[in-house]
């Protein structure tokens, strides 16, 4: 496994640099301070995926906030989707809340679709969702972000929180598999 890790890892073509990343994430806070100011809002975490670009998001933000998690996954070590696994709830009720959905990519779309309409189920009073990364791609999605970091191309990404088989997720840029 790891040799196949070190193989994609060496081959992969950085897309995003951490230069481009870091000043993405400065940008969505200063969006996002704007507009999420008296909101009292409690930030969701969409894990694993999702931690680095919250973790790098969060101290950025200046206004009074909550943060906790859930755990919604579709991939599964694979390079596409499949049925979504509920794997994770989070504890701090959502009622009345105005919510902020934290993941790392948008690409169909399924993910974030059912973790705001889990969101809303739950009470939430506003949903407002911020991805680090968006892809482009032809077809049409079921749902679209508040907040968008970087667009990019329809590749398998992965570094900044995105896995390759579970592995690379601490990469420093945004890299394409080769
Ligand atoms: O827009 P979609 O096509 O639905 O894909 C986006 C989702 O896929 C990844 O999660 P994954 O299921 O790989 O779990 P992970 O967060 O543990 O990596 C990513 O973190 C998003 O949550
Ligand atoms: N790691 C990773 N997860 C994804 N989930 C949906 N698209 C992607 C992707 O390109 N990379």
Known sequence: MLTEIKTVQTQANLLHSQQ???AAITKLAEQINQA??????LLL???NGGIV??????????MPLNLDSIQATRYRNQTSGGQIEWLLTPK?????RTVLILDDVLDEGVTLAAVQAYCREQGACEVYSAVLIEKLLPEPKPTSADFIGIVTEN??????GMDYKSYLRNANGIYACS
């Open 53 to 62: 670009f919250a973790g790098q998001l969060l101290t950025r933000l200046t």
């Open 155 to 160: 590749r398998y990404l992965f570094g900044y």
């Open 20 to 22: 481009e990343v870091e």
């Open 36 to 41: 999420l100011a008296d909101k009292n809002p």
């Open 92 to 96: 701090t009720p959502l009622l009345n």
């Open 45 to 47: 975490c969409v894990i």
